[in-house]
């Protein structure tokens, strides 16, 4: 079965709902420590430094706009053995600050000390988040995931610069998937290699559902780059993030094997060392 982009429909019930703006909504929106993605099942997930703080629906059953937030988040118990999430809509108002405070102890921040956030003890995800909130101007998705029988797909960033779309993947320096004891071809070669497979195969399909998803955020007023996609990069970037704050003669050489394996892969990539 081929892979489907068609069921994210800009005139679903969620939208509309959305547009009128209900409390928590217009909170999620105006905190600036937040991001927003549109998911392809006409669904809405919000993000706190990578750690989902809701996942909002319409539920068409009771007619309304459901919010589900791990039970953990909301110091309440499961909703059932097989369900960790809680539906919160009624009171998320009420224990926001709560709940906000809960995704840095039980998540994004947990192995900080003092409050700190270590640049090499943070987590991928942490990162991810941080990067995002400062990339309002060309961020355009996150976690973009795909499966079929040729792909499985999950790329953590997508951006939009001057219109063209380009899949980023973010891998910390010292992920064990970047670089072997030899000079192998690591993990990354592949995963970046099937990035770019996926991409030139379903390039139109995936203009057509991001144009979808930068009108979708227009609308709501959330935060989009400055032009409406118009063109799909077919090569996908490798992201490096470098939380090495000492350095070690073992580090550089570590750096320098990489970027030589990288460049002879011929695999694009960057690197930023701050978030």
Not at 215 to 239: M, Q, W
Request: positive net charge; glycine residues 4%.
């Amino acid at each position: 079965m081929g892979v489907t982009f068609d069921t994210l429909k800009p005139d679903a019930t969620i939208f509309a709902a959305l547009k009128k703006c209900p409390e928590w909504w217009k909170r999620f929106k105006d905190d600036p420590s937040l991001y927003i993605e549109i998911r392809k099942d006409n669904q809405v997930n919000v993000y706190f430094e990578g750690g989902s703080l809701a996942r909002i629906h319409y539920c068409s059953k009771h007619k309304k706009l459901q919010i589900f937030t791990h039970h953990k988040y909301l110091g309440s118990p499961a909703s059932s053995k097989s369900n960790s999430y809680v539906e919160c809509s009624d009171f998320i108002g009420d224990v926001y600050e709560k709940v906000i405070e809960r995704v840095k102890t039980c998540y994004s921040q947990k192995n900080c000390a003092n409050g700190v956030v270590s640049k090499e003890e943070c987590g991928e995800k942490y990162i991810q988040g941080s990067l995002i909130v400062k990339s309002r101007s060309f961020h355009l998705d996150s976690e973009f995931a795909y499966i079929d029988k040729d792909c499985d797909i999950r790329i953590d960033l997508i951006k939009c610069v001057n219109g063209v779309v380009t899949f980023v993947e973010l891998k910390k320096m010292d992920d064990g998937r970047m670089l072997h004891e030899t000079d192998a071809v690591p993990e990354v070669v592949f995963q970046m290699n099937r990035y770019k497979f996926f991409i030139e195969k379903y390039a139109s399909q995936l203009l057509n559902y991001y144009q979808r998803v930068y009108d979708i955020k227009k609308s709501l007023d959330l935060p989009v780059p400055s032009k409406r996609p118009k063109s799909i990069n077919l090569t996908p970037e490798l992201l490096i993030f470098d939380r090495w704050e000492k350095g070690t003669s073992r580090r550089k050489e570590h750096r320098q094997r990489l970027y030589e394996i990288l460049k002879r892969e011929g695999i694009k990539y960057y690197t930023k060392t701050e978030f």
